[in-house]
């Protein structure tokens, strides 16, 4: 029916997370109907971002510079590290604004069943920052997941003879979490977790 | 946190329908991610569209050429018009493959809140294709809304003196619903059930 342009650009739209082809079509069209408001500033920006793309050769977060953003910070704690399997989970901390220090992006966990050994994630490196000297803590920030732990606790092996030292973010109830509602691997490590009430 | 690209990107994103401050987000990183299944074939597909966008001059639908790919197939029924308000209308009826004739998009409906008279649509137009001959059925495909339903009405008044056979989808249409959002099987029923226009 459409044109093969317009085909093409739904089927490139419906493709993205969240997208199917029904909201992809409807975005098109929005597209197509808002050329000045909606189509050229798209444009310009997804082009402004294509051809600045880069992969941070220190800490792996995607940006439009390299060294990104965060590493080319100077107000930045050094002394802070904090290592996340993927550049999503770097971007959800720094939206929290509450971590002062870098990243470590592994770009992905540990995985047997997947068959992804330390070899392909960015431990290497991560080591080899870490040997350069300068950091005081290492903060894992896996996702609580049973990989996720396994890829921290290789991790904390690795790097146990630096003098840095190595913490992961808390497990427990998710705030607002209705104890109703968790499942129980959540709620047994927030029972294990359990402290003292101040 | 991201450069001023990408934070422009991920906005120009969230302005689409469906999408929302999150899902842009999502969908940012995963255009960042991977270049070369994702953002130069979305960046290409844009740039397509934006150097060829057109609005029909004939119909009003909007597409890479003009005339739209639908007036210029010489395999379309010209004897048969369906009047539809908008574009996303003209493409739902396409999805069903079921009407092989020619459209005229109105860009809108007959609206005494919205102050939308006869002469902010394409009435005068579409009077003019008509007069023009060659046309033997116009269908009056609007929406079966009250303004839907009056728009159908002042046009069936304005083309009652040319020899044309004016029908209008049955109303299988739930009141209310807007076309865009039916389901095939219900358009093709609608469709098949046309019914002159009293
Ligand atoms: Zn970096
Ligand atoms: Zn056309």
Redesign the pocket.
């Given at each position: 029916m459409a044109s093969p342009e317009i085909e093409t650009l739904t089927q490139s739209l419906s493709r993205l997370p969240g997208f199917g082809p029904r909201s992809a079509r409807r975005a098109v069209l929005h597209l197509l109907k808002k050329r000045e408001t909606a189509l050229d500033p798209l444009l310009a920006a997804l082009t402004a971002v294509s051809q600045r793309l880069a992969t941070?050769s220190?800490?792996?977060?995607v940006?439009t510079s390299?060294?990104?953003a965060?590493?080319?910070d100077p107000r930045r704690d050094t002394r802070q590290l904090c290592v996340v399997e993927e550049v999503a989970d770097l971007w959800a901390l720094e939206r929290s604004r509450l971590f002062p220090g870098?990243?470590h992006v592994l770009g992905g966990k540990l995985s047997a069943l997947d068959g992804v050994r330390p070899e392909d994630l960015t431990i290497d490196s991560l080591v080899a920052r870490i040997a350069q000297g300068g950091v005081d803590e290492v903060v894992l920030a896996m996702n609580a997941t049973l990989e996720g732990q396994t890829t921290a606790h290789y991790i904390a092996e690795r790097i146990e003879t630096y003098p840095v030292r190595v913490t992961q973010l808390a497990h427990g109830l998710p705030v607002g979490g209705e104890l109703d509602y968790l499942d129980e691997g959540t709620l047994a490590q927030a029972l294990r977790a359990r402290r003292p009430v101040a």
């Open positions: 941070c220190t800490c792996g977060n940006d390299d060294p990104c965060i590493c080319a870098r990243f």
